[in-house]
């Protein structure tokens, strides 16, 4: 009899990650949220320098990265952790502070790395109500129960874009039990530009129950490299750091990523791009009698309104002109597509093809 895995493994429907092929077709690829302008020049010249010194083991506590992060967003580094994608982070977390018995909660739409990793830790995951596809504080209040030890909450959230404003953030630390840890991935954090938007540091400097996450893998353009990190309370960190291994970043990662932080004009360059062209599809899609739900990312969530055979029609008709969208059946939401903003010539071909298939 081969080995058994842990009670609930089998039952965990394994993440798919965006499509990257269209048949034999020249593909536009606009499903897996990536920066279309690449990453930047600095980072790459930093990859490839390192690579003499490839059969050293990488710095185990990413100093240089973190002291580099510190800097950037004005946060102590001590309380810096570094992981393989905030992925890895999120991993971390469910490992260390949930377990048989325990709740995860988030909301109905978040991300679906949420409840796998609540699974593997042996934890229970337990979605709350949105409103309008968004987070609803007080239906999060609500799902609370004795056994809930960890709330995520991504903001602003993949895949519908939408966000909580920081007064709501504060409402919702505020009504939380002091033993339930709150973590809000800001993944697409530096995208977004509302004006009462905060991705929620002040909250981890408050107390020593909530957590940041971020990524490098969106408006930085380093997702092969998988790096990521959190901001933690001390006594949180301490605890990471204890589940974390020692080598999980690897050096090309560290360097890339840290002169990525230094290329503030690929940032700016990243996020202006994105606005335009976030802009122009809101006025394009909306325009043809689609659903665009309101975006604070680089993509938007566009629902059909004849539903979810229209939604997959229209995915197919994109898919033959070698343009791949996300659909995302998987998250509930089977009337609609998420479209990553792409460059102008994607993005134009999005437009044209879906106004020719509604016509």
């Not at 973190?66 to 490992?95: H, M, W």
């Not at 909530?210 to 969106?218: A, E, P």
Request: proline fraction near 6%; hydrophobic fraction near 40%.
């Amino acid at each position: 009899m081969p080995p058994v895995p842990q009670p609930g493994i089998l039952d965990i429907e394994p993440y798919k990650a965006g499509l990257s092929k269209a048949g034999n077709k020249r593909v536009m690829k606009l499903s897996s949220n990536e920066n279309p302008l690449g990453s930047s020049p600095l980072a790459v010249k930093s990859y490839k320098n390192v690579a003499k010194t490839l059969h050293r083991y990488p710095d185990s506590s990413s100093s240089l990265l973190r002291a580099a992060i510190g800097k950037t967003y004005g946060l102590d580094p001590e309380r810096i952790v570094c992981g393989a994608g905030s992925d890895e982070i999120i991993s971390f977390l469910c490992q260390a502070y949930a377990g048989a018995g325990d709740e995860v909660l988030y909301s109905r739409h978040g991300f679906l790395m949420y409840p796998i990793y609540a699974k593997v830790a042996g934890a229970t995951p337990v979605t709350a109500p949105e409103k309008n596809l968004c987070a609803d504080v007080d239906a999060l209040l609500a799902a609370v129960t004795a056994k809930t030890k960890i709330l995520f909450l991504a903001n602003p959230n993949n895949p519908t874009g939408s966000y909580l404003p920081s007064r709501e953030l504060q409402r919702l630390r505020k009504g939380l039990r002091e033993d339930i840890l709150l973590v809000l991935d800001g993944a697409y954090a530096e995208y977004a530009d509302a004006p009462d938007y905060s991705a929620g540091e002040e909250l981890v400097d408050a107390g020593e129950n909530t957590v940041v996450t971020r990524t490098f893998s969106k408006i930085y353009g380093l997702s092969a490299l998988r790096v990521g990190w959190g901001y933690f309370p001390a006594s949180i960190a301490a605890v990471i750091n204890r589940v974390r291994g020692p080598f999980n970043l690897s050096t090309p990662a560290i360097e890339a990523a840290t002169a990525a932080l230094a290329d503030t004009d690929f940032v700016e360059k990243s996020r202006a791009h994105n606005l335009r062209w976030r802009r122009y599809l809101e006025q394009e899609l909306g325009g043809l009698g689609l659903t665009l739900y309101p975006s604070q990312a680089n993509f938007l969530l566009i629902g059909f309104p004849d539903g979810a055979a229209q939604a997959k029609d229209a995915f197919e008709a994109l898919m033959e002109q070698g343009v791949i969208v996300r659909p995302v059946v998987n998250y509930g939401l089977p009337e609609c597509l998420r479209i990553t903003i792409g460059l102008e010539e994607e993005n134009r071909a999005v437009v044209k093809v879906l106004k020719d298939f509604l016509a």
